[in-house]
């Protein structure tokens, strides 16, 4: 690493969030995380003396996340890496899952990091540098039953970074959204939230789901700390990926999805076609 870059890393306390900041902070970097309580960011810089800095933040706090980024720049330095990585998957069969669920999810998940990175493009605009990593999904490409507020906010996310990295690269500012498939972190269990059943009508189709999900929760085939070394390689890119898997899962997901789609596209060409003025 060539220079000693500022990456600003939401969502520190587990997940990829932690650990991608201990890999930077043992590669030189200097490392600002957000965390949603005291004790928390007390823990967060022990990771490091010099390098490791904490901000008590929560991502869905959208009028304080201006100033929060501005006394950030001003006291610590130009962030040089915005990583939207804060979120949570929500899991429930629409039917039975509650509007009120649905705009927790987005808030987190879509508009907590679209508000960061509004926040922080001024910035990096005038500096005309930067790079912004939104962590995604697979599920903002593939879908299964029983997450359809979680796809739909992945699926959101996806949009904006690819449009955002198409606004934003006459300033020399990258756009990547990250997608990783089934890693062992928290995501399917402490930090999921779980709509109560009540429609029997899906019990046959969503609860072995459920139960499968629940069974993997900790031995997924995805390593943390291997998808670290992945978002590190990309942020000292040069030019780094508009969206990048993690994943062999994801890969093979995905590659699924788009063979489905082609398919499926070639059988109804004649009636997309139809419509031509």
């Known amino acids: 690493m060539s220079e000693v870059k500022t990456l600003l890393i939401t969502g520190v306390s587990s997940g990829f969030g932690r650990a991608l ?8 970097y200097r490392v600002i995380g957000t965390v949603r309580s005291a004790a928390a960011k007390h823990d967060f810089v022990q990771l490091h003396a010099d390098n490791a800095c904490a901000l008590e933040l929560d991502v869905t706090d959208f009028t304080a996340l201006d100033a929060a980024i501005a006394g950030i720049e001003a006291s ?25 669920e649905m705009r927790r999810q987005f808030d987190v998940n879509v ?6 990175t509004k926040a922080l493009l001024p910035f990096m605009r005038e ?7 939104n ?10 039953p029983g997450i359809s507020y979680y796809c739909g906010s992945k ?8 449009t955002l990295s198409q606004e934003l690269a006459p300033f020399n500012i990258h756009v990547t959204a990250v997608m990783p498939g089934s890693f062992r972190t928290d995501w399917a269990g402490r930090s999921m939230v779980r709509s109560t059943r009540s429609i029997s009508d899906y019990d046959a189709l969503f609860d072995p789901i459920r139960q499968a999900r629940e069974a993997k929760s900790g031995r997924q085939l995805g390593d943390p700390a291997k998808a670290a070394c992945a978002m590190l390689d990309i942020i000292e890119s040069a030019s780094p990926p508009t969206q990048l898997l993690l994943g062999s899962d994801a890969l093979g997901l995905v590659r699924n999805k788009l063979a489905a789609m082609q398919a499926e596209i070639d059988r109804w060409e004649t009636l997309t076609r139809s419509t031509d003025g």
Do not use: C, K, W
């Not at 939207?84 to 998957?89: D, E, F, I, M």
């Open 21 to 28: 900041a201990q890999l930077a902070l043992s590669r030189g």
């Open 76 to 100: 610590q330095g130009p962030i040089d890496v915005l990583v939207n990585n804060a979120g949570y998957g929500h899991e429930g069969i629409m039917e039975e899952s509650s509007l009120e």
């Open 111 to 116: 508009f907590g990091a679209v508000a960061m």
């Open 127 to 133: 500096r005309r540098r930067g790079h912004i990593l």
């Open 135 to 144: 962590i995604t999904s697979m599920g903002g490409f593939i879908t299964l």
């Open 155 to 162: 699926f959101a996310l996806q949009g904006i970074s690819e």
